[in-house]
């Protein structure tokens, strides 16, 4: 498994993207294409990396890291983990690898093409995360794991964090600090953190409405709505699927699509410029979306009031 291979920024606010950051490593390496993300201290990296010569990686991380083996076929494969065990059979898609900060991590592979992902949690986010005061939490090492979890998770903010709009970003912030959570619960030596369930109060849920409702053009940011509710994101959307009954995105898309079909059927307004109107990021978008969502294409949907 390869780790290590982005360096990016810490965002607090929104998630940003970073392509085609520098190796951490000197000796060569294929990397094909890389992407990043990060949010609130924690990062998603995802690249593809041609190792059909003996490749060797190393890593002693100064974040939690998580692995995941997305794609792609090895036919040679060693990894060790300090503190954990040595496995020597190569990784099938959806394996992880857990690699506590400042464990030596070493792998040495060979085979094809491969596709993979990281999502590594600094200790000091994890107070952020769990809005409580936790003792140091320790991770325990885990190699060729199966966690099917943490897998579909990475291949949808894998997918995610290619789309530009706000509820893609939205979207992979969820599953980012879903992934973290789940790690933290299921393979730290303290699993009993985290057991609060927040709840948002009556006038929390018609400010959230109302923002919503006010800002339904524009982009509508996870940290927002949470700061709005006094909650950390994580535990927002505990809350608000709690109350609401379905997630942020859910809700936010299914508020534009009733804008739009109000707009479709009452305005004179071209479909591009409902699109920049109920905030989608393009005419293209916006059609995807209501097919989905609706069954039928806006175009139609509007003649039916013609």
Known sequence: MISGVLTVGIETA????????????????????NKAVSWDGIEF????????????WHLRPNTHSVVIHLAGAMTHFTS???????????????EV?????????TAESQGDFVHYAEIR???EAIRHLLSQEVSALELTPRLALNDEFIYQAARRLDRAIGDGDDLSRMLAQSLGLSIAYHVLRSYTKQPEVGTKHPVLAR???RLLDEYIHDNIGGPILLNKLAAIA?????????AFKDSFGTTPANYIVTRRITRVRAMLAYSDLDITG??????????????TTFKRMTGVRPRDFRNEFR
């Open 203 to 205: 006038e929390e849920k």
């Open 80 to 94: 060790k983990i300090e503190g954990g065990d040595v496995t020597r059979v190569p990784p099938s898609p959806g």
């Open 121 to 123: 949690i600094p200790p």
């Open 97 to 105: 690898w857990v690699v506590p900060a400042g464990a030596a991590y």
């Open 230 to 238: 006094g909650m950390t994101p994580h535990n927002f959307l505990r």
């Open 14 to 33: 929104m998630p940003t993207e970073q392509t085609d950051a520098p190796p951490l490593f000197h000796e060569p390496r294929a990397v094909l294409s």
């Open 274 to 287: 409902i699109a920049m109107a109920t905030g989608f990021s393009s005419h293209s978008h916006l059609s």
């Open 45 to 56: 990296v995802t690249a593809s990396e041609d190792i059909r010569k003996r490749t060797v």
